[in-house]
């Protein structure tokens, strides 16, 4: 492979330790709303639904990711890291620069 393996690693790992940063920081968007007529107007709830929609909708996306890094590393560890699922060619340099869980060539 042209691409130094380790650092797929350490890119992929950097990006799962991101990805959980922000599932951490982003906790309170995602948790249920509460209806308190006293202090949330009926507009504010609904912009509060609004937020956690989008921040779930966010969570699942960053799962689906989570999940592709994840399965590269497990590609990483049987040394198959790099190499394509469907052709069995090696996947070529630029595309591993943009995404290191790329599984499939061009």
Do not use: H
Not at 17 to 39: F, G, K, M, P
Not at 80 to 104: F, M
């Amino acid at each position: 492979m042209s691409v130094d393996p380790e650092v797929l690693v350490a890119r992929i790992r950097a990006e799962i330790a991101e990805i959980e940063a922000a599932e951490r920081a982003t906790a309170r968007n995602r948790a249920a709303v509460e209806l308190d007529q006293q202090s949330v107007g009926r507009l504010s709830r609904m912009d509060a639904l609004q937020v956690q929609a989008m921040a779930l909708a966010e969570s699942r996306r960053r799962a689906q990711r989570l999940a592709q890094l994840r399965a590269a590393l497990k590609r990483a560890a049987e040394d198959e890291l790099g190499y394509c699922q469907d052709c069995g060619d090696e996947i070529a340099e630029a595309r591993l620069q943009l995404d290191p869980a790329a599984t499939l060539c061009i």
